[in-house]
């Protein structure tokens, strides 16, 4: 199962990708990473339907974009970037409506992320970090080869934020995975392949382990180190311009 | 469990309502007088019916004004309140009613050039008036096929006023300008079976739509991103927009510019069933009967021998209503 992406993208006459192309298989988690405004959600917004980009989008040769969206619904699944929920629908309907179209089964969706007794509760009253579980949890209900994630960390404690890469890092052996990540330290350190978007263009990609400090310095203009320690491999950045000084 | 009590309720207070609007009125009458009209009515619509004379006093008040008043005061409210359930769908928005779309508006106009140049043709006006104002709020907020709802939102609104400074400017100048203005507040003294059966028919369509596509309803609160969970949101919502337009603009057109049931009644529901449509719908469907009947029957009574325009009474009774709704928003606990 392979999935090929190759799009650009127009908002009005201002170009918001350009031809950018890559392809993704199962088992890697690919992280999408660039500086704000780089086009990364606009990309996942392609990908999945939400826009209509120029160019192509294909599962297994399948041009995915011209499907409709019942058929699409079923081979790939979006999480939104987070944002508190605001419809006081219970945690087994909120998941039960990845599958109105796509038959897949909301308790296994449930029970992948550990939410399978928590059915009945609201989804107003979840933190942030059980939320965006819960939002997973709806995507894989579809029961979709391809996840699309956008900032599935963001907003969430470090514990939370783990919890969900780690989760994802599992998700990976069965559905193609791809997720925006702010967080470079996190996208190093889970990630098997990244992506570097920059104004709309596919500036580099590459192993995890083929990333440098000196590639993301031209990308977002701080300054990089990366450092070993026996919990892994961590990311610490420095402002290289001149700090703003309010004082 | 609890969501049959709940519908048992309601559909018990409908029933006692409906019999209430019957019952009660400028004429008294015993409970005996009402059923045995009713029984007689029923009798006499049936194949083989051969007993005139046996007619039992009253039978033309319970019969002929009552009963399709009150019935189609609890049609009117139904309508409006499946519609609001789907306009707040649409728009995102719990403050959205069915009339955003431009429909009373439109409605307005049509009925103020009406009252003033085609006094027989009021309805017929304020309908086709409408329509063409659907028609302007929709064609302007249109983007490449696609309908932003922030945009047709803002459309209706803007819109709206310009209607309503249109209308306004018939009422001043006209020499009927007392029949619109009484029309705009809307009233169903005028309300006949034939009425009745065309609002039926309408309701039969508009309501099984939104009772049969309830999944569909609940996916257009994620807006845009719906599609990626199956539904063809960019066809969906010309679909409601069409049913929402079909079930507000002829019960408007019969009976005039009725506020606050369509907005009031599926918030009520909500805080009843929770926001999920397939039980939203049907419970906001039934509260907007039951106080459209409620209403009315306070619009045609307390004032006795006079009746006040309705949309007063469910002003009075949805503006403080709105008002706790946007206090509570507030404190963001609205959409629970």
Known sequence: MRLSVNVSFSYGSRRVLRDVAFSAERGELIAVIGPNGAGKSTLLKCISGILKPEGRVELDSLDVLSLPPRERARLIAYVPQSSYPEFNFTVREFVEM??????????????????????????MKLSGGEYQLVMIARALAQNPRVMLLDEPTSHLDINHALLVMELLSFLKEEKILIAVLHDLDLAIRYADRVIILSSGRKVWEGSVGELTPKILEGVYGSRFEFVEGKLGRGLIAALDSKPLNPL | MRCRTIFTVLLLLSAIFLFAGVYIGSVSLSPSDVTSSLVYGIERSLPGFSN???????????????????????????????????????FKNPMADPYLLGISGGAGVGAAVGFEYFPSHVSLLAFAFSLL??????SVSKVNGRIPVDTLLL????????????????????????????????????????????????????????????????????????????????????????????????????????????????????LLVGPNHRRLTPAAALIGGILMVAADLVARTVARPTEIPVGIVTAMMGGPFFLYLLRKHKRGELKR
Do not use: C
């Not at chain 2, 104002?133 to 929709?138: G, I, R």
């Not at chain 2, 009233?187 to 609002?199: I, K, M, Y």
């Not at chain 2, 049931?261 to 529901?269: D, E, Y």
């Open chain 2, 52 to 90: 005139p004379s046996a007619k039992p006093r009253f039978f033309v008040i319970v019969w002929e004004l009552r009963l399709p008043r009150v019935l189609m005061a609890y049609l009117v409210g139904i309508s409006l309140a499946s519609a609001g359930v789907a306009s707040q769908a649409l």
């Open chain 1, 98 to 123: 990845g599958t109105y179209f796509t038959g897949g089964s909301v308790d296994e969706a449930l029970a992948k992320v550990g939410m399978l007794e928590r059915g009945g509760e609201s989804i």
């Open chain 2, 133 to 138: 104002a659907v028609y302007t709020v929709y």
């Open chain 2, 155 to 270: 459309s209706g609104v803007a819109f709206g006023f310009m209607a309503g400074a249109v209308t306004s400017y018939f009422v001043s100048i006209g020499k009927n300008s007392h029949l619109t203005y009484m029309w705009l507040m809307g009233s169903f003294s005028a309300s006949g079976w034939g009425d009745v059966a065309e609002l039926s028919l309408v309701l039969a369509l508009g309501l099984s739509f939104f009772l049969w596509k309830w999944r569909e309803l609940n996916l257009l609160l994620f807006g845009e991103e719906s599609v990626t969970l199956g539904l063809n949101v960019q066809r969906f919502r010309k679909e409601v927009i069409f049913f929402v337009t079909l079930l507000t603009s002829v019960p408007v057109a019969s009976t005039g510019i009725i506020g606050f049931v369509g907005l009031i009644s599926p918030h009520i529901a909500r």
